[in-house]
């Protein structure tokens, strides 16, 4: 864990995270709990179904390249939080057995103008199959301290 | 369960949902799962951090959002996956005891030029919690099938 201010990043940098394999039955256990349809839940309904087969919910394949992200532990300390996404977009499907990494590019890092010892960092996230296929994309920001030091 | 076709959503539409409360414990398991920042799962830091007390995971809060939306099961027979999402916003913390249910407001019920057995369903997503305060919002689409009767 090595904690990431704001002035540690720059536009262009690409952050590459380890990969993390999806299995039917957790696809099956967060779409019980949280996408209950059945491309997600039910394998003989999903084989007869647009994607002939189980597919991960999105929420699932977000939440999951998310959380890749955050096992870098850059924000660790450093985050407060965010206002949002844009852009999410589900490109190619997840089917139990892919294995996804996550891949950060910084597109800015700007301090606040109202609060000094803030600012926002806007970066695109995506989630990579073994494949090397996109699967998912979104333009996503944090709120991020300042180093300490350079707070007044 | 009453499956909605394309032709069965008009602008204007507002559906609104049951709600589901959510409590530390669930708040904690699915951060330690798929967000596991200090501020969803480290009762003590969170305390000290941004929002002086444990949060859900935006991820969370968004899943369990649209669940809600799942559970009227309008889609369940006809929804052919979404593309994605615009404009997400989480706009107010949730904490452990809030309870939250969701509108969803169609925006659009547009016909496929291409296919004619689908189109495209465009809506916005609202958590509320039981103050009325809107936790979250999004822009929202999913590919829906067309009537069986109307398609040639």
Redesign the interface.
Known sequence: MHTKYLEDFEPGQIFRTRGMSMDESEIMDFAR???????HTDREAAAEG??EGLIA????T???V??LW??LGF??KS????????????LV?VRPGDTLHTEVEIIEARPSKSKPDRGILRYITRGINQRGETVITMDSASFLKRRPENVE
């Open positions: 709990k949280y996408d209950p349809q059945p491309i647009p994607f919910s999105g929420w699932h977000g939440s999951m998310f959380r955050v096992d924000m660790e985050s407060l939080g965010g206002p949002g996404i844009e852009n999410l977009r589900w499907p």
